[in-house]
Nanobody
Framework: VQLQASGGGLVQAGGSLRLSCAASERTLNRFGMGWFRKAPGKEREFVSAIASIGDGRYYTDSVKGRFTISRDDAKNTVFLQMNSLKPEDTAVYYC????????????????WGQGTQVTVSS
């Protein structure tokens, strides 16, 4: 599975961005999907995940109520809607796919996109 993340950019605090992750795999609905991010000087961390079946969605505490993950399997795309952005959200965001139903740790993900930069100015 090849993943292509896009939608990053520079935004002021309080603004919004929508990240997209397009997959080459036409059976994306077989995969649990996740978003991770890596800020400068920090380790990559889990942001959000969505199950391959059902409506299971998971978020790290710092983004709950602000970020929403969704998927459109007909378009082989997963989205991350990010609202009320904060400077601490600045990072490279990566999408990933897992053969598991869903996962919140990166060691469970087999496929990774190249990342898209999100910069939030104060």
């Amino acid at each position: 599975v090849q993943l292509q993340a896009s939608g990053g950019g520079l935004v002021q605090a309080g603004g919004s961005l929508r990240l997209s992750c397009a997959a080459s795999e036409r059976t994306l609905n077989r995969f649990g999907m996740g978003w991770f991010r890596k800020a400068p000087g920090k380790e990559r961390e889990f942001v959000s995940a969505i199950a391959s079946i059902g409506d299971g969605r998971y978020y790290t505490d710092s983004v709950k109520g602000r970020f929403t993950i969704s998927r459109d399997d007909a378009k082989n795309t997963v989205f991350l809607q990010m609202n009320s952005l904060k400077p601490e959200d600045t990072a490279v965001y990566y999408c990933a796919a897992t053969k598991k139903l869903v996962a919140v740790t990166e060691d469970n993900y087999e496929y990774w996109g190249q990342g898209t930069q999100v910069t939030v100015s104060s």
